[in-house]
Nanobody
């Protein structure tokens, strides 16, 4: 059974930085597109950033582009999200998700349905 374990969340002040990690196991990691989602209280879960299996192409939602950077280390089976200049509106539970290459659609990279594997989440709280 595929396992995804997030870490690196915490509480920071506005303008601060955090680096999230997502360690994967029990999957052929290079076959999977990876995504970071987040869900704030009272809001729907949204796609934040995605990365192709080889790491050459990345996708970002508009609100984080230029502040967040998604990357992956296939040898370590680990996904990262470097978050800079954090703002209170970035406060949310952050989840990593994996989509097998046979199921992924780049046009709708943010669509949850194609991601068959999810982590438990790590909380990010940004205070003003």
């Amino acid at each position: 059974q595929v396992q995804l374990v997030e870490s690196g969340g915490g509480s920071v002040q506005a303008g601060g930085s955090l680096r999230l990690s997502c360690a994967a196991s029990k999957l052929t990691y290079s076959y999977y597109y990876m995504d970071w989602f987040r869900q704030a209280p009272g809001k729907e879960r949204e796609g934040v950033a995605a990365i192709t299996p080889g790491g050459l192409t990345t996708y970002y939602t508009d609100s984080v582009r230029g502040r967040f950077t998604v990357s992956r280390d296939n040898a370590k089976k680990t996904l990262y999200l470097q978050m800079n200049n954090l703002q209170p509106e970035d406060t949310a539970m952050y989840y990593c998700a994996a989509a097998h290459r046979a199921n992924w659609n780049g046009v709708t990279w943010y669509a949850e349905a194609q991601y068959g594997n999810w982590g438990q989440g790590t909380q990010v709280t940004v205070s003003s």
